[in-house]
């Protein structure tokens, strides 16, 4: 272990000898012997020693005090006193250096090993204490956001540059002031003050909001995000509080253009799912509606499911747009007012893929052109194109295959009469957990049976079903 290196302050050479020779018997290093104030500050900063015993009473114009003083002013050494002096007087100078020690003449060893070991643990720890310090408040004012801390009754004690910056009042101005007057906070909604001491201290655990404004700052009024929490001992007794705060303008800004974007985009997609209905319509006048009726049994089903909303908007496009492959399907089959032939068969079921390969380069937000290829899948494999089985298909495509097929067997087609929604209930209730995905299926009854119609759509009776 490194010996602790002391420098040795006494203006009596005699005295001095004697107070290095016990220091070294204590295993200490004496780094130097200075008789003057003078002397002392000049080789506390050659010789950086870890302590300087310090006498009172010197040589020269600086005395004992004033040499300490000088020394706790340009270096960080610790000063133990060694005097003979104890008078009240000497003592009030002495508190003005701070020092880590007093011993009086005459000593024991043990008195003075006891007074430097201390001296020099104490200097440590206010050491590390310093530096925690300057590393909280460099990580604190690097932060964007506004920190002030508070006492146990709500007076401010501490303030970061942002919370300078967005308040307008400085560290000074503002210490042992409410923070109610320093923080100065409007309802937004309301417009009244807001006071997040008084909810805190009244029980809240942390309060967290971004519907507030900071009043009176150099900006005058700025919305917040405001967070402020207790801090507590180990009894959970209120230490204080640390508020935390952000201006949100700019990203109040930010979410009202996203908003108008986003609104734009739907627009622009409603345009162009329309424009495709109608095209898709115009190849099949027959089925004029067809897909809208479809959508609106689809997004009933997917909504009484519990689905999330951006799913349900997804199996609306999809609906809306699941017969667009029939474009390429020749007119005269389309409107063909008899049965078809099994090759012309063939080629109606080519309108899933169709529709995918026009669709599967739109940059939907959702799988649409998977949910229009796989909507007359079936789940035990006997659906087309692909022939997929259970969960190979999508959970949307199982909702529009049930919708499509309730509604196009209760319609007119040019090749027979509408067969009526009886017999169209009746098909996905026999091909339940079979063709049909079970829990589709109970919903899409349950919806009737509540008063469902394609026109209409659900009657105020229909409830949500739990899944």
Known sequence: MTRKRILVVEDESIVSLDISHRLRSLGYEVVGQARTGGDAVAMAGTHEPDLVLMDIQLEGNMDGIQAAEAIRRRFDIPIVFLTAYADSETVQRVKVTEPFGYIIKPFEDREVHTAIEMACYKHAAERRVRENRQWLQATLDSVGEGVISTDDLGRVNYMNRVAVALTGWSQDQATGRPLGDVLRLEDEEFGRGFDPVARVLGGRKTIRTDAV?????????VPV???????RDDNSEILGLVAAFRNIAERRRTMVAL??????????LDATVGALIVTSEKRDPYTAGHQLRVSKLAVAIA????????????????????????IYVPAEILSKPASLSSIEFNMMQTHPEAGYEILRMVPFPWPVADIVLQ??????????????????????????AVADVVEAMSSHRPYRAALGLDRALEEVRSGRGNRYDTAVVDVCLELFEAGFDFDGGESSAA?????
Do not use: C, F, W
């Open 213 to 221: 404004v900071l009043v009176g700052g150099p900006s005058e009024r």
């Open 225 to 231: 995000d405001l967070h402020v929490t207790a801090v």
């Open 259 to 268: 908003k108008k974007s986003v609104k734009d985009l739907r627009q622009a």
């Open 303 to 326: 909504t009484s499911m519990g689905l999330e909303e951006d799913m349900v908007r997804g199996i609306e496009v999809a609906a809306q747009l699941h017969d667009l492959g029939k």
């Open 375 to 400: 909507h007359h899948e079936r789940l035990n494999g006997s659906g087309y194109p692909k022939g997929l089985v259970g969960d190979d298909i999508l959970q949307q495509a199982r909702i529009l």
């Open 463 to 467: 409830a949500p079903v739990e899944q």
